[in-house]
DNA sequence: ATATAACCTACTTAACGACTAGGTTATTCG
DNA sequence: CGAATAACCTAGTCGTTAAGTAGGTTATAT
């Protein structure tokens, strides 16, 4: 479980496109859903949020789209999922609009710790990728399935390669 | 978002307090209920998979209830979320049920790198906490609220603190 | 024998995610 | 100019699922 909505999933594809065409004009929703086997009606849902956080920029009339408002390099995959899906919180007294003493089981909750840490761990991951950083590895192909059990300790992808560390799990 | 359900949580709270109560006899769902300001119906539901997991045992007829089957400080809180909601799995073609090809959108993925980074980055922070850390924590009462972005390094909290990094936020 | 509490199955309901529909505005090009 | 294009915007549908209820059966202590 821990489920992150199709909303963010898709967006960041969008997205990854968008980095893919950097610098070469901009691509238009319906470009973008072919290639990635998506909704173009959706797909404008998921635009409007990405704009209005400055992640991106549109351009109407024919032969316009979008384009990535930063280079690639520049623009984290945390904050493409932020402008989608608001702020990681797994739990509700962890958001931004929660008023503390709101919850009744607030005194002596001892599981609120481990959300807590939950929710820096995945900024962190979040935070630490670019979406050059995608495109490098989706150019390259060979990493879009990782056989579980042989994770590699990271290296060259993520920018702050040094502090995120990728166990071998199982 | 990347929420985390009602059920993990309520769960993992009744299952604190088992923690709380271990070595003095079994906790009847309805005292669980009370304490944690929690249905007792849906406790039930609750305890089924944990009971199937083997995390706890079930005692029938007058003064019976419930107790865990280990010590608190050898149950994880990862056995204690898995049993309850499954492997964590952000994305469907991360799950143990995937096959492989069923995406029409698995070649050239960047995005599912990502998810695969998150959920092992969730899983190493639940599997370094035990039941008897979260009591620890429970008990001393001030850690329930931490303060954003004045996170210490673990130290204390955690026995695989070695390799687990929280990194200050913001 | 009775009360208690685990154990089990099925149902209800409200919320939400994932789209679809149908429109308006701006821009390019013939 | 005007027609085509594509962004921009609002509202509605529809299916799924989480969350909680209801109503029962079995085992055990007193």
Redesign the interface.
Same mark, same amino acid.
């Given at each position: 479980?821990?489920?992150?909505?199709q909303r963010?999933?898709y967006g960041?594809?969008a997205m &990854?496109e968008l980095a893919k065409a950097y610098g070469n004009g901009c691509l238009s929703l319906v470009e973008i859903a072919e290639v990635?086997?998506l909704s173009a009606g959706y797909l404008e849902q998921l635009a409007m949020p990405l704009r209005r956080a400055g992640l991106i920029e549109g351009t109407r009339g024919p032969h316009g789209g979008y384009s990535l408002s930063k280079p690639p390099a520049e623009l984290t995959?945390g904050e493409v999922?932020r402008a989608l899906?608001?702020?990681?919180?797994?739990?509700e007294c962890l958001t931004d609009e929660y008023v =503390?003493g709101s919850c +009744?089981?607030?005194? /002596? !909750? /001892?599981? *609120?710790?481990?959300? *807590? *840490?939950?929710q =820096?761990? +995945?900024?962190?991951?979040?935070d630490s990728?670019t979406l050059a950083d995608? !495109?490098a590895?989706?150019a390259r /192909?060979e990493?879009?399935? +990782?056989p579980i059990g042989d994770?590699k300790p990271i290296g060259e992808?993520g920018r702050n390669s040094g &502090?995120?560390? !990728?166990?071998v &799990?199982r």
């Open positions: 479980m821990l489920h992150v909505s963010a999933h960041l594809r &990854t990635e086997h995959v999922i899906e608001g702020p990681v919180a797994p739990v =503390q +009744i089981r607030e005194p /002596g !909750c /001892g599981s *609120r710790v481990v959300w *807590r *840490r939950v =820096q761990s +995945i900024d962190q991951v979040l990728l995608l !495109c590895t989706a /192909g990493v879009a399935f +990782i994770i992808l &502090t995120v560390r !990728c166990a &799990t």
